[in-house]
């Protein structure tokens, strides 16, 4: 009866943990309206990635006969744009480089300010004096203005833009990971782990990572929309992608002249911005809900 006893009591802790990440998956699945943003995200997603089987011509190919036809156009299902190209295909190839210049930046800013973020409110003192107080400059101008002018100074192109929109993502997610760490610092079982002669390091890898990595990871999701915003800007602007390359925010720039031609047509790249980031949104949301679950 005793060795029942015993195992009764030490069953509990390790279903805990199991039965947590369950219970958010399973709320998260019932969120209707996360699940419809997940299903929009993963069918544009695939149509970015397999864009050569999918897309009807040739994203790149125009001819000045065809410029500017309507939607529904026989062999241009959504038209064509200012040169002849068809909107459909550049529409699914841009899908590649926009999604990749709003998901990456927000990666990389995850992996680079969580770890400022966690290594200032874990060591606290000086260290996070100093780290936080240089994440506070960029907090001086707005983030708009700051990828403008850090893509401006580092000049037009994709590599640039992927690292000016890097840059300024860094500060908000440095921010949180700080926050979440140091109230997580002075808790009891990271404590205990130092009274049991733990290093500074295990500790972190062990204790500290797996309970803060997941609320800086939430609110990272919730950037990638405003990066997919700031992205197609730079590229509207010229500052990111080139010409011809298809990208969502410059055909929003090359189709603004026609925009009294073909209003529907030249709608169409804003269309797809609002849709990709109006869902990030929305599955940011549904996952934060899911994950204010507590046993």
Not at 21 to 37: E, F, I
Request: hydrophobic share 55%.
């Amino acid at each position: 009866m005793a060795d029942i006893s015993l195992s009764q009591m030490q069953v509990p802790d390790a279903v805990r943990s199991a039965g947590y990440w369950q219970n958010v998956g399973a709320r998260l699945v019932r969120d209707k309206t996360a699940m419809v943003a997940a299903a929009v995200l993963l069918l544009l997603l695939l149509a970015a990635i397999f864009a050569p089987l999918v897309a009807p011509m040739d994203p790149l190919d125009g001819r000045m006969i065809n410029r500017l036809k309507p939607i529904g156009t026989p062999g241009h299902l959504l038209g064509t744009d200012e040169l002849g190209r068809d909107m459909l295909s550049r529409l699914i190839w841009g899908g590649r480089l926009s999604l990749l210049m709003g998901v990456t930046p927000v990666v990389l800013a995850f992996v680079i300010g969580s770890a400022l973020g966690i290594i200032a409110g874990y060591a606290g003192g000086w260290t996070n004096t100093l780290i936080m107080r240089t994440i506070d400059v960029f907090y001086a101008f707005p983030s708009v203005l700051l990828a403008v002018a850090l893509s401006g100074a580092l000049g037009a192109g994709l590599g640039n833009a992927l690292l000016s929109l890097t840059v300024v993502f860094i500060p908000p997610i440095a921010r949180v990971a700080e926050s979440v760490t140091t109230r997580l610092r002075s808790s009891d079982f990271i404590e205990a782990a130092r009274a049991s002669g733990a290093g500074a390091l295990t500790i972190v890898r062990v204790h500290v990572l797996g309970n803060v990595l997941g609320p800086i990871f939430v609110y990272a999701t919730s950037l990638i929309a405003v990066s997919m915003i700031l992205a197609s800007g730079l590229s509207f602007l010229g500052l990111g992608v080139r010409p011809p390359n298809p990208e969502w925010g410059l055909m929003l720039n090359t189709l603004r002249t026609a925009i009294y031609v073909q209003p529907w047509v030249a709608a169409l790249p804003g269309a797809m911005i609002f849709m990709v980031s109006i869902s990030f949104n929305m599955l940011s949301d549904g996952l934060r809900s899911a994950m204010e679950v507590r046993q």
